[in-house]
């Protein structure tokens, strides 16, 4: 039986190479939506040795046919590391007791210690150019950023990827020129005045939006 894994994000993209290999039954793990099954009708050829689809990795029948040496197709939208990175997150808020126990409050200090310990390393960059204790440095500070948005989707609020959202809906209403297919560069003085506009139109608009 081939393993077919997806990306949770978008189920409904199947990967080229799962065409003209999949045939047989086809089996769903649970959390495979009801409109992704619909497609397989015509993906499936009759004849093979089944198909299990499935988007989550851990479930014990998908690990179980990946051990028994089963055919394994995945996504490559899967590998993302922003994808992964938020996966790690919710992992650690789920078996991490000290992880489970914080608030936005409680991590205030270590992002402020974050921002602070980025701030530093930027200016031993200019001196010596260490790319690499930047980049780290940095991936401290995202740490802090999905902790937060973990913790507001735990409670119903929002996700990492609403977050993400919010930051291009910004850019969008601050700086148009960034959507409209300007080729030209953008002076500073229009970029500012832009984005004052797009800044205070926002404050007219309703809470929530």
Known sequence: MTVLLLDDRWPSLIPLEAHGRLGGPVEFTEEVPVRVRWNFSDLVAAEGPGVLVSTNG??????????????????ESRQ????????????????????????????????????QEFADQVVAWERDGDERALLGELGDVLLQVLFHAEIAARRGAFDFGEVARSFVDKLRSRSPYLFDGTRAVVPAEEQERLWAMGKAREKKLPPGR
């Open 58 to 75: 851990s479930d014990p029948r998908v690990v179980s046919r990946i051990h028994a040496g089963e055919p394994l197709i995945v996504a």
């Open 80 to 115: 993302d590391p922003v994808r992964q990175a938020v996966q790690v997150m919710a992992r650690a808020c789920t078996v991490g007791e000290w992880e489970a126990t914080q608030t936005h409050r409680s991590l205030l200090p270590y992002l402020a210690e974050e921002s």
